[in-house]
């Protein structure tokens, strides 16, 4: 990445299970950012200027370079993918435009646009056609799948099945009028997603309401409960005695929305070969509430797993100290400069000095 928010010249190379450290404003959100505006952009749901709007060139950069940059490389077991996108501004910044857009698997050409001229390949890497094209759209989304581009097609399948999201439990609905089987970033459409999922993948719903009771003592299950033409999400709970309260969705906190989303996300996707972005899953959870759902997480993560791939991103203690995560990245950033990472290399109990945790490391300044 290139040019985008504090991220100049920015490479980063992910394993298979990964966790983001580091201060607010140090980059963290901007690479999930990334992902999921190139997501929108390759699958043709976004135009260049929406997702990639001038307001994110890097500031500083505005009196020399007017391109912005993305590079991604998505090893799949039948090829490492390899996607270039090359966007330039006008003059006045108001106006941008694809200056190269390129596609490649390994060392065979797949596509290939430049200034609006577009070279479409064939999957043996012939040349198949030549044609003009918007430059304000993805190339790569606007063609459809041909017996000599299953290849590419491949490509896009893949980039549909990275999940990034923010949970964000204050604006996630209790009420939906359809199904829907894709998340929205903050997971404000969890209701319509949640009856997409009772009907896809019951298995999910059982597990969860298996899994859930651990960290949310008394959960029963959820309900949508139809009202009119919206279905409203219900929460039922079972009290010591045995009785059965019910709860509108809307009125269970903040922290017990997360819980119930967190668990339901990691469940609902598993066994897809997903790759699951989240951003904060920990917001408003204690330690002891976020601890079976840990646990849960790592055991279904890496290749060959349930997920292919896992970055989390967090500020809460005890998702830094759990080491199962693997060796943690650290971002850092000076005031009105680019962004760095580097590889937390823990010791036991901390870093640097043994006789603290690494989260106890970071509240005392030792981790820079």
């Known amino acids: 990445m290139d040019n985008f928010r504090t991220l100049v010249n920015f490479e980063l190379k992910l394993d298979p299970t990964n966790l983001f450290l580091g201060n607010n404003g140090s980059g963290k959100s901007s690479v999930f ?4 505006r190139l997501q929108g952009f390759i699958s043709g749901e976004t135009r260049l200027a929406e997702a990639f709007p001038s307001s994110d060139f890097t500031s500083w950069s505005k009196g020399g370079s007017n391109t912005q940059t993305f590079e991604l ?6 090829a490492l993918f390899t996607y270039r996108l090359v966007i330039e501004f006008a003059g006045d910044w108001g106006k941008s435009k694809v200056k190269e857009e390129k596609l490649k698997a390994g060392d065979t050409e797949l596509f290939l646009s430049r200034d609006g001229e577009a070279r479409i390949f064939k999957d043996d890497g012939q040349l198949g056609t030549v044609l003009q094209f918007d430059w304000t759209q993805s190339g790569v989304g606007l063609l459809q799948e041909r017996r000599e581009n299953k290849k590419l097609a491949m490509f896009k399948a893949h980039i549909q099945n990275v999940i990034v999201v923010r949970p964000t439990p204050a604006l996630m609905l209790s009420e939906s009028r359809d199904e829907e089987n894709c998340l929205s970033l903050h997971m404000e459409n969890f209701a319509a997603w949640y009856r997409y999922l009772t009907l896809e993948n019951m298995s999910a719903i059982q597990q969860m309401n298996g899994e859930l009771p651990e960290s949310m003592p008394g959960f029963e299950n959820l309900n949508s409960m139809l009202a009119g033409e919206r279905r409203i999400l219900k929460a039922n709970f079972q009290t010591a005695d045995g009785k059965t309260h019910t709860y509108s969705f809307a009125h269970i906190s903040d922290g017990q929305k997360m819980l119930v989303a967190i668990y339901a996300l990691l469940l609902g996707t598993k066994g897809k070969n997903a790759c699951l972005f ?24 890496g290749k060959g797993q349930d997920w292919e791939q896992v970055v989390l991103i967090s500020h809460h203690p005890e998702v830094i100290d759990y080491s199962s995560l693997g060796i943690p990245v650290w971002f850092d950033r000076e005031p009105e400069s680019h962004t760095r990472t580097g590889r937390i290399k823990q010791q036991q109990g901390g870093v640097g000095d043994p006789a603290l945790s690494l989260s106890q490391s970071i ?6």
Do not use: K, M
Not at 73 to 78: H, I, K, R, Y
Not at 363 to 368: C, D, E, F, I
């Open 33 to 36: 950012d990334v992902l999921r």
């Open 73 to 78: 490389d998505l090893e799949t077991e039948a």
């Open 278 to 301: 989240i951003d904060e899953p920990d917001n408003c959870i204690s330690i002891r509430e976020i601890q079976p759902w840990l646990r849960l997480f790592v055991d279904s993560c």
């Open 363 to 368: 509240a005392r300044g030792l981790v820079q």
